[in-house]
């Protein structure tokens, strides 16, 4: 489904995703699919979790034991290719990269978007930060239903009017 839609199936986003007893806490979830020459999340890790092989095409792994969540390897990707997720009870929280004009403000309700672009839900903002070190690439931290685990990927402002 990647090469003709450029939206990943279903088997291949859960692929990324570690079990829920992992993600009790925030773990860095990387959705890069395909083999290219790229290593800012690994070369960005503080802590080494996340590691490319020998050969710099390699998808990058994270090893989950490793990870503390620490979130620069989003805002070091240059495809917006990483998100932070967590499940606590009935709620996935998700740290995301976000580099549109648009602004949220704490505690805002936005619609939760799916890879092909469609609102699957509402998201609520718990989160938003633009340090120095972030470039361009805010760091918005939001809740959705844990139902949407798997399905959501970013936000978009709900309007009004």
């Known amino acids: ?6 939206v990943p199936d279903k088997d291949q986003v859960v692929s990324r ?15 890069c699919y395909e083999d290219i020459p790229c290593n800012p999340c690994a070369t960005s890790c503080p802590v080494s979790a ?12 994270v090893d989950p ?12 990707c240059p495809g917006l290719a990483i998100m932070l997720a ?3 009870k009935d709620k996935a929280r998700f740290k995301i990269p976000y580099e549109m004009n648009e602004s949220f403000e704490k505690g805002t309700e936005v619609h939760a978007i ?10 609520k903002v718990l ?7 972030q470039l ?26």
């Open 1 to 6: 489904m990647l090469n003709s839609t450029g």
């Open 50 to 61: 996340i590691t490319i092989a020998p050969d710099i095409h390699a998808q990058p792994v």
């Open 136 to 161: 361009k690439t805010r760091l918005i931290t939001v809740e959705v239903d844990a139902s949407l685990l798997h399905d959501f990927i970013t936000i978009r402002g709900i309007q009004h009017g």
């Open 114 to 123: 799916n890879r092909s672009g469609e609102i699957i839900g509402v998201a």
């Open 17 to 31: 995703f570690f079990d829920e007893k992992i993600l009790s806490s925030y773990k860095a979830i990387i959705e």
């Open 86 to 88: 967590t499940v606590k």
């Open 127 to 133: 989160n938003v930060s633009n340090y120095p070190h």
């Open 65 to 76: 034991s490793v990870c503390t969540g620490c979130s620069i390897c989003v805002t070091s």
